[in-house]
């Protein structure tokens, strides 16, 4: 992996962070859906729902920490999938913030937030494995040279 010597271990831990946060964001969103009033308003507080809230912000603040790694690293391999994983989360938090703020909270933006939720758990995986990818790549002995026998 090309880049600094520190960003395999970084992306590493942002990576495993950020799939523990993404649990936590649908046992949050599960237990906002289960306790929370029938209809949402931009005005509602309780705590499912400002758990929900702040995770939201972490995932999008480490994913966008991720992207900035992967450029480091200059890997195209690793770059898309954690710029997808950032657009994703980002159109989830757009998606969620709509539904608070549109009376009858529509199931279409419901429905938004939680495909947009599917989608950047999925780039996540595919970051992770092409991350576990060049790590033992980077990590194999070389192969040995070939002699010149003659």
């Known amino acids: 992996m090309a880049g600094p010597t520190w960003a395999p271990r970084v992306l590493g831990a ?3 962070t950020t799939f523990v946060l993404l649990l936590l964001q649908l046992a949050s969103g599960v237990w906002t859906n289960l306790t929370g009033p029938s209809t949402f308003t931009a005005d509602t507080m309780f705590p499912a729902l400002t758990a929900h809230y702040g995770v939201g ?3 999008g603040i480490l994913a966008l920490l991720a992207l900035v790694v992967t ?3 200059r ?3 690793l770059i ?3 710029l997808l994983a950032l657009a994703f989360i980002g159109a989830a938090g757009i998606e969620g913030s709509l539904f608070v703020r549109t009376a009858g909270n529509p ?3 419901s429905t938004g937030m939680a495909v947009a939720f ?3 758990f999925i780039a996540q995986i595919f970051l992770a494995r092409r991350w576990a990818a060049r790590r033992r790549a980077a990590s194999a002995p070389a192969a040995p040279a070939a002699s010149a026998s003659g």
């Open 57 to 59: 912000y972490l995932l």
């Open 107 to 109: 199931d279409m933006d």
């Open 118 to 120: 599917l989608l950047a």
């Open 14 to 16: 942002l990576i495993m």
């Open 75 to 77: 890997d195209l391999g």
């Open 80 to 82: 898309l999938p954690a």
């Open 71 to 73: 450029g480091l690293t």
